[in-house]
């Protein structure tokens, strides 16, 4: 190629360059062919991150309708918890577990784009405007800012349905649609809303029952006995919090209930469809209520509000044979009435399905095995109280005013 350096002009009264003159076109002397090779690989890396975002762009649109929404009914009526806003908070539960997976990718092809600088064998450049690892500092960057946007659509789904009041409502709605505009305030939302500078923010934080995940007892398909140990842990390290706490099963009459999020699922939304399970709640005051749930992915513990979105979801999606229901006993009538012999997990030739807990089986004076009583959902019979899953939220989620 001729002389790329730009040369001054003589007439010394003009402060400037003249044009460089090419002797041919830098097209006629490239080769007319398809890309192969590294240079072809790279293309296609950055056609994946653009069609990836346009993708991306697609779902942040759709929920701009969807937040939108959601802050109407909020606005209407700020303790709304009807049907229609459970519906459209699933709706939004699906454009960010969507988001989610287009986030994923995006930072696979970072790490592709990245690779690629050692697949280069010499250090000339692969095009002529851009190397290849100012072009992966570019993409990572890109990447970088897309992963942000997607924490801040997860809080907003966590906490539009739960919005306190109509401000908030509309508040967290512009963040999702505005989020470029309003990042400089998103880390002061957060403060704002869950660290609220009123009365609710004076009031005592709920006592950690359990501060180490890994030092309860947790043994794979016992939860009963998981959470019977839990109530254990409380009643002698905290005795005065029992009767703030409850041991729930979850199951139907076709013992089949649909749970997400757990570690046992298998797919990206770790589905696990099971015949009933166990978790332990914490309700130390009206408007809060925590889970602790041994088998879930989730923070240990995890809000109420959180939990159920996540866990549950919604029974509209649903046919009727996988609707959840809940049983809900007291932890101190749990304690002292429950018991199981573990036949349950015993096969017909007296093995185990699954291996049991290293200590002794739970038993009472007056039966040997009554774990049947609290599976089955039958509202007339069986201990504490039978609840729907809209039961089940109106009872321990109370949002404050």
């Given at each position: 190629?001729?002389?790329?350096?730009?040369?001054k002009?003589?007439?010394?009264t003009?402060?400037?360059?003249?044009?460089?003159?090419?002797?041919?076109s830098?097209?006629?002397?490239?080769?007319q062919?398809?890309?192969?090779g590294?240079?072809?690989?790279?293309?296609?890396?950055?056609?994946?991150?653009?069609?990836?975002?346009q993708?991306?762009?697609d779902?942040?649109?759709?929920?701009c309708?969807?937040v939108?929404?959601?802050?109407s009914?909020k606005?209407d009526?700020?303790k709304?918890?009807?049907?229609?806003?459970e519906?459209?908070?699933?709706?939004?539960?699906?454009l960010?577990?969507?988001?989610?997976?287009y986030?994923?990718?995006?930072?696979?092809?970072?790490?592709?784009?990245r690779?690629?600088?050692?697949?280069?064998?010499?250090?000339?450049?692969l095009?002529?405007s851009?190397?290849?690892?100012?072009l992966a500092?570019?993409?990572?960057?890109?990447?970088?800012?897309?992963?942000?946007?997607?924490?801040?659509?997860?809080?907003?789904?966590?906490?539009?349905a739960?919005a306190?009041?109509?401000?908030e409502?509309?508040?967290?709605?512009a963040?999702?649609?505005?989020?470029?505009?309003?990042?400089?305030?998103?880390?002061?939302?957060?403060?704002q809303?869950?660290?609220?500078?009123?009365?609710?923010?004076?009031k005592?934080?709920?006592?950690?029952l359990?501060p180490?995940?890994?030092?309860c007892?947790?043994v794979?398909?016992?939860c009963?006995?998981?959470?019977?140990?839990?109530?254990?842990?409380?009643s002698?390290r905290?005795?005065?919090?029992?009767?703030?706490?409850?041991?729930v099963?979850?199951?139907?009459?076709?013992?089949?209930?649909?749970l997400?999020?757990?570690?046992?699922?298998?797919?990206e939304?770790?589905?696990?469809?099971?015949?009933?399970?166990v978790?332990?709640l914490?309700?130390p005051?009206?408007?809060?209520?925590l889970?602790?749930?041994?088998d879930s992915?989730?923070p240990?513990?995890?809000?109420?509000?959180?939990?159920?979105?996540?866990?549950?979801?919604?029974?509209?999606?649903?046919?009727?044979?996988?609707f959840?229901y809940?049983?809900v006993?007291?932890?101190?009538?749990?304690?002292?009435d429950?018991?199981?012999?573990?036949r349950?997990?015993?096969?017909p030739?007296g093995?185990?399905?699954?291996?049991?807990?290293?200590?002794?089986a739970?038993?009472?004076?007056?039966?040997a095995h009554?774990?049947?009583?609290?599976i089955?959902?039958d509202?007339?019979k069986?201990?504490?109280?039978?609840?729907n899953?809209?039961q089940?939220?109106?009872?321990?989620?109370?949002?404050a005013?």
């Amino acid at each position: 190629m001729c002389d790329k350096t730009p040369k001054k002009t003589n007439n010394s009264t003009i402060c400037g360059f003249s044009p460089v003159t090419l002797h041919e076109s830098p097209a006629q002397v490239s080769p007319q062919k398809n890309l192969t090779g590294l240079p072809r690989i790279v293309r296609d890396l950055v056609a994946d991150v653009y069609n990836n975002i346009q993708k991306w762009n697609d779902l942040h649109i759709k929920g701009c309708t969807v937040v939108k929404e959601i802050a109407s009914l909020k606005a209407d009526n700020p303790k709304d918890l009807s049907p229609n806003l459970e519906q459209l908070t699933n709706d939004l539960y699906g454009l960010v577990q969507s988001l989610r997976h287009y986030k994923e990718a995006l930072i696979l092809f970072s790490n592709q784009m990245r690779a690629t600088e050692k697949l280069q064998q010499n250090g000339s450049p692969l095009f002529i405007s851009l190397n290849l690892k100012s072009l992966a500092n570019l993409v990572e960057s890109v990447i970088k800012a897309y992963g942000e946007e997607f924490e801040v659509k997860e809080f907003v789904l966590e906490n539009i349905a739960h919005a306190k009041n109509s401000d908030e409502a509309m508040f967290l709605a512009a963040l999702w649609t505005y989020h470029n505009q309003l990042k400089d305030m998103a880390s002061d939302s957060k403060t704002q809303i869950i660290q609220r500078p009123n009365s609710e923010n004076n009031k005592k934080n709920p006592i950690n029952l359990f501060p180490k995940q890994a030092e309860c007892s947790h043994v794979s398909c016992y939860c009963e006995e998981n959470v019977y140990k839990l109530c254990q842990d409380v009643s002698t390290r905290h005795s005065t919090e029992l009767n703030k706490c409850f041991v729930v099963f979850v199951s139907n009459p076709s013992r089949t209930v649909p749970l997400w999020r757990q570690r046992a699922g298998k797919d990206e939304d770790r589905l696990v469809i099971w015949d009933y399970h166990v978790i332990f709640l914490y309700h130390p005051e009206p408007e809060k209520c925590l889970v602790y749930d041994l088998d879930s992915e989730l923070p240990f513990p995890t809000y109420v509000h959180k939990y159920v979105t996540e866990t549950f979801r919604t029974d509209h999606i649903l046919k009727p044979d996988y609707f959840r229901y809940f049983r809900v006993i007291p932890a101190a009538e749990f304690l002292r009435d429950f018991s199981s012999d573990r036949r349950h997990m015993k096969r017909p030739d007296g093995t185990w399905i699954k291996p049991p807990p290293n200590y002794p089986a739970i038993q009472t004076a007056a039966t040997a095995h009554n774990l049947e009583d609290y599976i089955q959902m039958d509202l007339s019979k069986g201990p504490g109280q039978v609840l729907n899953l809209t039961q089940f939220v109106q009872r321990f989620y109370k949002p404050a005013t």
